[in-house]
């Protein structure tokens, strides 16, 4: 199966059980305090239904249009605009009948829902896998800065030591990205002397427009020879598999950057290469670069623990005991929500560029991996679990918050806005999530046509 399809069954099933479970965290309260729910649809069933089923008063069904789910709770005034209901009389078993704490709880009921699931979801993966990271500063020789345009722009370079994003300590080397991109200032180490460095404003865009949107800090890696490709220059040259390249023209060298680097500066010539050989003998090969400044070799990447057994680096491993993940679970999803806070503020001051990283399905769908994995898959759905509640929380007409909006502002004021106003409320309510949903799916479309 391609990845696409891989990615696509992904995104289906966990969008699917985000939604149910969202639903219902509004059925369940809805049903304690009596109120009529006649429709619990997965998907949207615009002119027509792939299934339904009437259960009680509920109708139960599947909608075509994938685009969320829904309750329909009588005596509201929601997406279904069903206008003829409201204009009766108030009925017991309605919506609008309700005491306003009461229909307060039912329509927070699916963020909450959310957010708790998010919190489980960590939690168990906390207790059946633990943590396992990089330590940022067990670095032997600093971080590699992947991109040297993007470490112009930010300001970094190879070899530094980013200890500290807007003052705090970044213990997880595999945070520091999203850290940096979230923050203002970094306090980088830089051969023996402590740099303070802003974050430039505009940074996000020019990540955004860089091969890795992400990935732009990692280890160093050493250069080591999986093997000479047959079909290139250097077949021949001696070249074992395992050797690692400690000089070159007699130059002290270790890691990939610094090899590539001499590489590229010296092209079309042919060099003396000293590597050490898995047996812990040295040997000096004869070795020409090429045009491109390479050498015709395949690379070894070194996992964490031989990395660590060389001591370049140092993984931290935490496991947990069924009441330990509890609130490791807790702890993650509330350092998830405030990261993703900070990256929304991001995206709405236009000075960033951040708008231009905002993404549909398709960037939700990019989330998942290529391959089945089901640590991966929980962990993503977790993160898209905190991504739906705090989007359906914003104070927009349509979405939950702001339901919680004009209820705050009843239970506060003693007055319950009119409904002419709230219809109208919801109109406009359903042209920005329109809006919303076309700019996000379209950047998604440009993205795929154009990057």
Do not use: C
């Not at 696409?4 to 049903?31: D, M, N, R, T, Y």
């Not at 865009?205 to 080591?224: C, G, W, Y």
């Not at 702890?331 to 709405?348: A, P, R």
């Amino acid at each position: 199966m391609s990845p696409f399809f891989i990615k696509a069954i992904q995104l289906l099933l966990s969008l699917s059980f985000l939604i149910i479970l969202h639903e219902l965290g509004h059925f369940i309260p809805a049903k304690l305090f009596k109120t009529r729910v006649e429709k619990f649809y997965l998907f949207f069933d615009v002119k027509f239904s792939l299934f339904k089923k009437k259960i009680g008063e509920t109708v139960y069904g599947i909608g075509w249009l994938p685009l969320g789910g829904y309750v329909k709770i009588a005596g509201m005034i929601d997406e279904s605009m069903d206008k003829d209901q409201m204009a009766g009389p108030p009925q017991p078993w309605e919506f609008r009948s309700k005491p306003a704490w009461q229909r307060l709880i039912i329509m927070l009921g699916g963020v909450t829902v959310n957010f708790i699931l998010a919190i489980i979801i960590y939690a168990g993966l906390s207790y059946a896998y633990g943590d396992q990271y990089i330590k940022n500063n067990s670095l032997k020789d600093g971080i590699y800065v992947t991109q040297p345009e993007i470490g112009e722009k930010l300001g970094i370079q190879t070899g530094d030591n980013i200890v500290s994003v807007d003052g705090a300590r970044v213990e997880n080397l595999g945070k520091l990205p999203l850290e940096i991109i979230n923050g203002n200032t970094m306090t980088i180490e830089r051969d023996g002397r402590t740099v303070t460095q802003e974050i430039p404003v505009d940074f996000i865009e020019k990540l955004l427009d860089s091969e890795e949107k992400t990935s732009f800090i990692m280890p160093r890696q050493l250069f080591i020879v999986q093997e000479a490709t047959k079909d290139m220059h250097n077949a021949d040259a001696g070249f074992e598999k395992g050797d690692e390249v400690i000089a070159i023209n007699g130059t002290p060298m270790q890691y990939f950057d610094e090899v590539a680097s001499y590489l590229d500066n010296n092209k079309n010539t042919t060099a003396s290469i000293l590597v050490k050989r898995k047996d812990g003998s040295e040997a000096t090969i004869n070795a020409k670069i090429n045009a491109d400044g390479k050498l015709g070799v395949s690379l070894m990447g070194l996992k964490l623990k031989e990395m660590e057994a060389r001591g370049l680096l140092a993984v931290e491993k935490i496991e947990y005991t069924f009441l330990e993940s509890i609130p490791a679970g807790i702890n993650k999803g509330v350092t998830i929500l405030g990261s993703y806070i900070k990256q929304m503020k991001k995206i709405f001051n236009p000075d960033t560029g951040a708008y231009k990283g905002v993404g549909g399905f398709g960037a939700i769908g990019g989330l998942f991996p290529d391959v089945w994995d089901w640590p991966t898959f929980w962990g993503t759905t977790a993160f898209i679990s905190i991504i739906l509640a705090f989007m359906n929380i914003l104070p927009i007409p349509a979405l939950d918050g702001g339901h919680v909006m004009f209820l705050l502002y009843e239970i506060i004021s003693g007055r319950k806005p009119n409904d002419k106003f709230m219809e109208y409320a919801q109109l406009i309510g359903f042209i920005i999530l329109i809006t919303l949903l076309l700019f996000a799916n379209g950047n998604d479309v440009y993205k795929l046509i154009f990057d």
